[in-house]
């Protein structure tokens, strides 16, 4: 990534764990199931995997209890964490921070229609949307 900023660099980086979330979807989504990526009015998107979730560029999260093929109602603890790119290291690899997201304790999510989701997020911030499928 030679050339770019520091800031466009971690920008970069950082989305390509989520990217690579992304990536994997649309291969599995089918209309009716959860997995997939979702998309709400304010720019928040939402990466479901059968056993990780996305939230917009920097958040990862571990679900507790898996998403199954056949759920159209799920719920579970998330552990969730941030993560930022924030250099070089000596040897040339990138230097990546994860920082633990304490605010997101949980997530119940459900189709309201084959192309939309429900969902609502609990913690000390929560927050609750409806959702439109965007990854096809």
Known sequence: MGG???TARAQAVCAQGVLALALSVPALAEPGQMVGTW???DGTTLTVEWQQLGANEHTI???ATPVRRDQRAWSSALSCRNVYWLGRNADGSDHIQ???VQDV???AARLTADDRLSVRVTGARPWSDTLDRCDG
């Open 4 to 6: 770019w900023s520091d």
């Open 39 to 41: 998309c709400a009015g």
């Open 105 to 107: 304790t949980g997530i």
């Open 61 to 63: 999260c571990d679900p």
């Open 98 to 100: 994860q920082v633990a």
